[in-house]
């Protein structure tokens, strides 16, 4: 089973070869990181776990959808590597759930971002 791994970029081209980068900088980076303004008016800094929820809230919307679909494609049965810590909520952990759920539960996407 695919798991999450801590590293940067170039610490995954030591790894195997079934080690994918997908923090800062890649194309599969959370665009919302800890400590960013927190959408909600009355709230502080985002947590790691609220910048997490919102990339999962992000792919799960009619464009995200696109995105979540290729994404797990891709990354299906491959080790993730990011630089957050392993006790943290990481979008890695997202991504991995969804490269690796059953292609049955996948949608499809479509123009006008509804499930087939």
Request: some cysteine; charged content about 20%; hydrophobic content about 35%.
């Amino acid at each position: 089973m695919p798991i999450r791994r801590r590293g940067s970029a170039h610490a995954t081209s030591t790894l195997s070869g079934s080690c994918v980068y997908v923090g800062r900088g890649s194309r599969y980076a959370n665009p919302f990181k800890a400590g960013d303004p927190s959408p909600s008016l009355c709230r502080g800094p985002m947590t790691a776990e609220e910048a997490v929820d919102l990339f999962a809230a992000t792919l799960r919307g009619p464009v995200g959808r696109c995105y979540a679909e290729r994404f797990a494609r891709a990354l299906q049965g491959l080790d993730l590597v990011c630089t957050c810590p392993l006790d943290v909520p990481c979008h890695a952990d997202v991504l991995l759930r969804l490269a690796n759920e059953s292609e049955q539960r996948r949608t499809t996407c479509s123009l006008e971002g509804t499930s087939r």
